[in-house]
């Protein structure tokens, strides 16, 4: 990180931390330094800029709280990795056609395929009576080399027998299932919520057991409301972002007290 064209304006009312905070963004921002790269000690900056150690820390605690960086004790600070935006809470995308559109490349280790009895709770969400047989497909999927989620998706056997032949390693099951076998999501009900890692989620994503996670839980809908899918996939809470969209109800729809 090259700070050595940069000063502070000394003569602005704007805090010395203030400025330094927008300084490093700035560079951080034009990729100097990238993602995961260390920036400049606190010593080095308390020289660069002239100002107390105080303001360096609370400029970088700053930029910390905005998740510009992460700082390990002992270490230094770092350029966090960017978090892939998912819209997965508000639009029937998969995680394989979002990560492609931001332009990172996504794989799969596939764990199961096969075809089990349907339990309790996928029973209902599927429609089906309990036994009945289903699809299910167990993934641990990375984005850009790093461990990004674990998914296990369940569908009605009945409805794609032959899924159980595909190879679902560098496949997106919505574009195979449109596609090939003209089967469209039209609708989907979707929740999240933060829970403590198991240790069997820990160890397929690599945490500790206890680590907070996210859980994204999906029951997807045919156009003639069929239920054809349900997933849970568990995201490790400090490498996720969930993206909603809201709108506020019209004045007729308003409480009057609003």
């Known amino acids: 990180m090259n700070v050595s064209s940069r000063e502070l304006d000394r003569s602005s009312p704007i805090p010395y931390y203030f400025q330094l905070q927008q300084i490093l963004r700035e560079l951080i921002e034009q990729g100097e330094p990238k993602e995961g790269e260390r920036l400049p000690g606190e010593h080095q900056l308390c020289e660069s800029f002239a100002v107390s150690r105080t303001v360096v820390r609370q400029a970088l605690g700053e930029l910390e709280n905005e998740g510009l ?15 892939l935006p998912d819209f997965l809470v508000q639009e029937l995308t998969g995680l394989y056609e979002e990560a492609l559109t931001h332009g990172r490349r996504i794989e799969s280790t596939v764990r199961k395929l096969e075809c089990v009895p ?7 969400e599927l429609g089906l009576t309990e036994g009945d047989p289903v699809i299910l497909l167990d993934r641990v999927r990375n984005i850009d080399g790093e461990l990004w989620t674990a ?13 159980l032949n595909e190879d679902m390693a560098e496949q997106s099951l919505y574009e195979l299932l449109e596609h090939k076998y003209e089967i469209t999501i039209a609708t989907a009900r979707r929740s999240v919520e933060a829970i403590l890692a198991s240790k069997s989620i820990a160890k397929a994503l690599g945490i500790s057991e206890g680590t907070a996670v996210l859980v994204l839980r999906s029951t997807s809908f045919a156009a003639d409301e069929r239920p054809i899918e349900y997933f849970v996939s568990y995201y490790p809470g400090e490498k996720s972002l969930f993206s909603v ?4 109800r019209n004045d007729s729809m308003a409480p009057i007290d609003a």
């Open 245 to 248: 969209t809201l709108n506020r």
């Open 118 to 124: 349907a339990g309790g709770v996928i029973a209902r």
């Open 151 to 163: 998914n296990t998706t369940y569908l009605p056997y009945d409805l794609c027998p032959e899924l």
């Open 69 to 83: 960086v992460e700082r390990h004790k002992g270490r230094g600070t770092f350029v966090a990795k960017k978090k």
